[in-house]
């Protein structure tokens, strides 16, 4: 029974940072109708903008959790920035193209951001080790169940994202703007809303929960390279899929579901299977329900 | 306040509208009258600046709106009920009046054009918080209507609002029309298939086919002409 519990907690903590990746395909699907594959790449740039920024911010900051969370912010910002920078340059000129050529054209962002940052002087080819964030310490343990400090700390920031995100999307202004566009893209420009402005702010925020998915990524697991990201950020599509692409509870709720089946099947089957029972859930769900479990079929009234 | 000049509209390789010419003066109901495929959509879209005209003019209180895009052509004072009504369907009816009100700041204002919209819908006043998807045709036509308003348009453009609505309520609608152009002195730009309703509230009308405007006039002259009886009037 502990071992089950153990399970769960570590499927429920590796799904919540799932969880942060997959908000950001499953809402610029929304607007835009096509997967950024180039979004598991912005979640690596964010892992390495906090690997700059730590040794700078450590400096000028006292306590360790006050470094954390500025870390946390700059790689939010910077990979929100990111985020709106490769909508702006290699998307926004297709946006009256074929929607194949938009997903090409992430595939080859995606690229881009990896081999980019495999050169020497930029992030370089090797693993690094992420500083150390927050020091590991047990917040529950004994009994054969443990909960660690960088558990509890993932649960909390995710979580608390995760509200925070839904008052944007269901209380303000902008946010009830960005539901309105994933509806019915050219109503919106009727309203009167800069639907271009719209998309930034989309790829803007979920980009930066990418940004505070890798932080908090790289806190659990600190070795980082330039491909990283390839493996979560393909995960965390799955769980979009599996949860309804372009439903922003449909994706919390898949992230935590293939979380604790990875976590699962690494612990009571093997460990080399942890990666072929996400795709295996992908295959799945694309035979038997390919809109998703909390998905709309694909039938609008007109 | 609306003059349209010349304006030629392609879809890819096909030619939409072919040089149509209209005006429509201030506080005017201008309709325009056509089958389906005649051009008369692509004609609001074109003003309203969702598809981009080819060649020709579109001149809104004597400015050049012909480039600009959608966003601002609604802060200059023109809004539109689209086709099909394009209701959120997953918003209330509360948040999709709110986004018809979107480019606006005066709070004030957007809650008494609201408590207008219910004096003239009160139906929408009772949905307030159901979601847009789950109102009929009629009450969704209605709410396309209001939430157009809610820009506080000086030129409302109207696409086919009796569109697969039970004829009762088409009526309804179109009652609705002339009192909202009586209270507020909208301007309105009507775009119908069902050319007798439009010609029994417009002031002027204009026959729309395949691209080409063919007939003009006064909308009760035009009501009496014998080609648009026997085409439109079913007479």
New interface residues.
């Given amino acids: 029974m502990e071992e089950f519990l153990q399970q769960v907690i570590n499927g429920l903590s590796l799904g919540a940072i799932y969880a942060l990746i997959a908000l950001g395909y499953t809402m610029i699907y929304g607007v835009l109708r096509f997967i950024n594959f180039a979004h598991g790449d912005v979640f690596m740039v964010g892992a390495y903008i906090g690997f700059f920024i730590y040794p700078l911010l450590s400096e000028s900051l006292e306590t360790g959790y006050l470094t954390a969370f500025a870390v946390l912010l700059a790689a939010m910002l910077g990979c929100g920035l990111l985020g709106v920078t490769i909508e702006f340059l290699a998307y926004r000129p297709l946006r009256n193209r074929p929607k194949l050529t938009v997903l090409i054209t992430a595939i080859g962002v995606s690229l881009f951001l990896e081999y980019t940052g495999q050169i020497d002087f930029v992030f370089g080819a090797d693993y690094k080790t992420y500083p150390t964030l927050v020091e590991r310490s047990a917040v529950l343990s004994g009994s054969g169940l443990s909960l660690g400090s960088d558990q509890v700390i993932v649960f909390v920031v995710a979580i608390g994202l995760m509200l925070l995100l839904r008052v944007i999307v269901m209380k303000t202004?902008i946010g009830?703007?960005m539901?309105?566009l994933s509806?019915?893209l050219?109503?919106?420009?009727?309203?009167?809303?800069?639907?271009n402005r719209v998309i930034s702010f989309t790829f803007f925020i979920g980009s930066a929960l990418a940004g505070a998915g890798a932080t908090l990524y790289a806190i659990s697991y600190p070795k980082i390279n330039p491909l990283m990201g390839v493996l979560p950020g393909l995960k965390a599509f799955v769980a979009a899929v599996l949860g309804g692409i372009g439903n922003i509870p449909g994706a919390v709720f898949g992230s935590f579901f293939i979380g604790t089946a990875e976590t699962m099947t690494a612990g009571y089957i093997s460990p080399t299977f942890r990666d072929a029972i996400v795709f295996g859930i992908l295959i799945l769900i694309l035979i038997f329900k390919p809109s998703g479990l909390l998905g709309k079929g694909g039938v609008?009234?007109? | 306040m609306l003059q349209v000049e010349h304006l030629h509209v392609n879809y890819g390789a096909i030619s939409a509208i072919k040089g149509i010419s209209f005006t429509v003066p201030e506080r005017s109901i201008v309709t325009l009258i056509g089958a389906n495929g005649a051009g008369k959509t692509t004609t609001l879209r074109t003003i309203s600046g969702l598809v981009k005209a080819e060649s020709g003019k579109i001149l809104f209180k004597g400015k050049d709106i012909t480039s600009t895009p959608p966003h601002q052509i609604v802060s200059l004072g023109i809004s539109q009920s689209p086709e099909g009504r394009m209701i959120f369907p997953e918003l209330t009816v509360l948040e999709n009046l709110k986004m018809g009100a979107y480019r606006r700041k005066d709070t004030k204002g957007i809650q008494e054009d609201m408590e207008y919209c219910f004096t003239v819908f009160p139906r929408l006043k009772e949905r307030i918080k159901q979601a847009g998807g789950t109102l009929s045709g009629g009450e969704q036509q209605m709410l396309a209507i209001a939430r157009a308003l809610m820009s506080k348009p000086s030129l409302l453009l109207l696409d086919e609002p009796s569109l697969g609505i039970a004829p009762l309520l088409v009526k309804l609608i179109f009652e609705k029309i002339v009192e909202i152009n009586r209270d507020l002195g909208t301007t309105m730009l009507l775009v119908e298939q069902n050319a007798a309703m439009a010609l029994n509230i417009a002031h002027h009308a204009y026959v729309l086919e395949t691209g080409e405007i063919t007939l003009e006039g006064n909308a009760r002259d035009l009501a009496q002409n014998e080609e648009v009886q026997k085409a439109y009037l079913g007479m």
Wanted: glycine residues 4%; without cysteine.
């Fill in positions: 202004k009830i703007a539901r309105a509806m019915n050219s109503a919106a420009s009727l309203m009167g809303i800069n639907t609008e009234k007109v």
